[in-house]
Nanobody
Framework: QAHLRESGGGLVQTGGSLRVSCIPS????????MAWFRQAPGKEREFVAQITWATGTTYTTYYADSVKDRFTIARDDADNMVFLQMDGLQPGDTAVYYC????????????????WGQGTQVTVSA
């Protein structure tokens, strides 16, 4: 059973925008920190962004330096979805993007995440 399912990948030109979505299989994931990682061919999987589970009505977000100010992570617990809005895309952003869920707030380590999706391909043409 896939606990997380991504959608929204595709092909976009340099400077363009794309939004990828993640749908958890259960509302229990509203109590998890949700993150996006990406993996380019021949490279290790790398952290992109995390959004924590809500403390009251407040979320905290974390970003990799390479995507800060270009990407925005958000979650809608009412609709049980997580999003990654990607603007100003560059060829270096080309990768398979993975949604992940874990309990360590602020973690940038893949090993701290328990649940993973199967990934969605994002390709940025020059």
């Amino acid at each position: 059973q896939a606990h997380l399912r991504e959608s929204g990948g595709g092909l976009v030109q340099t400077g363009g925008s794309l939004r990828v979505s993640c749908i958890p299989s259960s509302r229990a994931f509203s109590h998890y920190n949700m993150a996006w990682f990406r993996q380019a061919p021949g490279k290790e999987r790398e952290f992109v962004a995390q959004i924590t589970w809500a403390t009251g009505t407040t979320y905290t977000t974390y970003y990799a330096d390479s995507v800060k100010d270009r990407f925005t992570i958000a979650r809608d617990d009412a609709d049980n979805m997580v999003f990654l809005q990607m603007d100003g895309l560059q060829p270096g952003d080309t990768a398979v993007y993975y949604c992940a869920a874990g309990l360590v707030r602020g973690s940038r380590l893949a090993g701290d995440y328990t649940y993973w999706g199967q990934g969605t391909q994002v390709t940025v043409s020059a």
